[in-house]
């Protein structure tokens, strides 16, 4: 069972800075698309980047310009940079991993406030 494992999330102001990371293994790595969601209570989760085996990289347009997503081929991580953060930005944020099969990590919370 393949586990990934996000890590970074916290409470910062509005206009700050997060960066969430999602450690996977080398085979998730090198053969699955990542994506990064985040869900909100009593909503469905929803896709704000991704990233593919290739490097291209596509984002939702609540995100664009403010959230990058990137990979590290030596650690096998995969991150989110989050700048610009807005109240409406808060939420649970996971990555799940797409490929031959359907991976899921358990999810970090960013909480921005005033």
């Known amino acids: 069972q393949e586990e990934l494992v996000e890590s970074g999330g916290g409470l910062v102001q509005p206009g700050g800075s997060l960066r969430l990371s999602c450690q996977v293994s080398?085979?998730?790595?090198?053969?699955?698309?990542i994506n990064w969601y985040r869900q909100v209570p009593g909503k469905q989760r929803v896709p704000v980047a991704t990233?593919?085996?290739?490097?291209?990289?596509s984002y939702d347009d609540s995100v664009k310009g403010r959230f990058t997503i990137s990979r590290d081929g030596v650690k096998h991580a995969i991150y989110l940079q989050m700048n610009n953060l807005k109240p409406e930005d808060s939420a649970v944020y996971s990555c799940?991993?797409?490929?031959?099969?359907?991976?899921w990590g358990r999810g970090t919370q960013v909480t921005v406030f005033s």
């Open positions: 799940g991993a797409h490929g031959p099969r359907n991976y």
């Open positions: 080398e085979d998730i790595f090198s053969r699955y698309t």
């Open positions: 990233i593919m085996t290739s490097g291209s990289t």
